[in-house]
């Protein structure tokens, strides 16, 4: 059986808690929805996402807490037991542990980023695990980073094993606003491309030239609110045009040391395209 078709019913029951998070969810219910036994899905759920499912439960509803207390009014106490914790302290201890700074310190925080610099890069490829995803579910994106952690060691060549890629191919009527379905390869550089890649690795190139780069600072649950910044204010306001792959816009996310999930300093940057100076836009 492809490894594709033997999950399927794992992203089944993944894609349904993210629905459900405020609500209970029971591992004979998710098990139902996947086809499989519990104890059988209990063994697939950790072998595709590297998580037990109540840890993954847990660290999805810490995110949908995250962008609760970004998005809307509602106390910290309220979203704690709105995802089941039955007190503040035990909220604020979990969230913390994931977030690196209390529910509050989060929510004064102004911004996500820091204000762009404009750089010249050379072409490199990139080779890594695709999946197709859109703004309401970026979780797919953390499974193809997981896929890739399997396939890791078989990828030849690999220029620096330190930095991965997250490359952003956008459908081309999205007009890089991230609000429809785009493709998405969680990667890292190879010096060939020709190479004999492992049968579930793709391979990309990106082209050199002029980039925006923005600093995400903090957890990538909140990369939304970046991107959204960056292609609702600065973009329209900056003069500048968006260069493209192929006949799709594109942007990627460049991850080096700096990157330290579950820490409020830890940083990504963000590589958004521009047209040269002297040339025109391909729209």
């Known amino acids: ?34 086809g499989y036994s519990p104890f059988h899905f209990h063994r697939l759920f ?20 995250a962008r609760k207390l970004r998005g809307s009014a509602q106390s910290g106490t309220e979203i704690g037991f709105d995802i089941g914790y039955g007190s503040h302290e035990s909220f604020i201890r979990s969230f913390m542990k994931r977030f690196g700074e209390p529910p509050q310190s989060l929510r004064r925080r102004a911004c996500t980023m820091r204000e762009p610099v404009l750089v010249n890069r050379e072409t490199i490829h990139v080779a890594g695990v695709l999946c197709m995803t ?15 952690s399997r396939i890791w060691a078989s990828i030849p060549g690999k220029v620096n094993e330190r930095i991965s890629f997250g490359l952003e191919i956008y459908n081309p009527q999205a007009s890089g606003d991230r609000e429809r379905q785009f493709d998405y390869l969680a990667g890292t550089e190879v010096a060939d491309p020709a190479s ?33 910044y960056i292609y609702g204010e600065w973009l329209p306001s900056s003069g500048e045009r968006l260069r493209s792959l192929g006949d799709s816009g594109f942007d990627f996310e460049y991850y080096d040391a700096r990157f330290q999930e579950g820490r409020a300093d830890s940083e990504l940057d963000i590589y958004v395209p521009l047209c040269p100076i002297d040339m025109p836009s391909s729209e």
């Open 196 to 228: 004999a890649m492992p049968r579930a690795a793709q391979v990309y190139t990106i082209p050199g030239g002029r980039y925006a780069v923005f600093t995400h600072v903090g957890s990538t649950e909140l990369l939304g609110e970046t991107f959204r």
């Open 1 to 34: 059986m492809e490894e594709e078709e033997r999950y399927a019913g794992i992203w089944r029951a993944a894609a349904y808690v993210e629905l459900h998070l405020q609500e209970e969810l029971r591992l004979e219910e998710l098990a139902k929805l996947a």
């Open 46 to 65: 950790y072998a595709c996402t590297g998580e037990t499912l109540s840890h993954y439960i847990r660290e999805r509803r810490l995110a949908y807490a």
């Open 134 to 148: 859109d703004t309401t579910k970026d979780r797919n994106i953390a499974q193809a980073w997981k896929s890739l």
